[in-house]
């Protein structure tokens, strides 16, 4: 049973930081791009960030230079430091990765359940 569990959201002010981590686990066998997506109430779910394997990473023109995603291939996790934040980052954070399980023969995408993270003075 493959799960992703993330951590890290919560209230912080205009121009404040937070830091998201999202731990894979479970019967894995090999992970391909992990990403970050978000929600804002009564909007679709877009993407944020995505990183490959590699570590090559991909934004949305609305988070660069705000935002970093980095992962560590050998504890399975990815993270997303979000600097500068505004009002407008205010959403639920999903975590996505796609992931190959022992005993299946190719990539799956998991979701997270979701951090809340809310910007506001």
């Known amino acids: 049973q493959v799960q992703l569990v993330e951590s890290g959201g919560g209230l912080v002010q205009p121009g404040g930081s937070l830091r998201l981590s999202c731990a894979a686990s479970?019967?894995?066998?090999?992970?391909?791009?992990m990403g970050w997506y978000r929600q804002a109430p009564g909007k679709q779910r877009d993407v944020v960030a995505t990183?490959?394997?590699?570590?090559?990473?991909n934004y949305a023109d609305s988070v660069k230079g705000r935002f970093t995603i980095s992962r560590d291939n050998s504890k399975n996790t990815v993270y997303l430091q979000m600097n500068s934040l505004k009002p407008e980052d205010t959403a639920v954070y999903y975590c996505?990765?796609?992931?190959?399980?022992?005993?299946?023969?190719?990539?799956?995408?998991?979701w997270g359940q979701g951090t809340q993270v809310t910007v506001s003075s």
């Open positions: 479970g019967s894995i066998f090999s992970i391909n791009v």
């Open positions: 996505n990765a796609d992931i190959w399980p022992f005993g299946r023969n190719k990539y799956d995408g998991y």
């Open positions: 990183i490959t394997s590699g570590g090559r990473p």
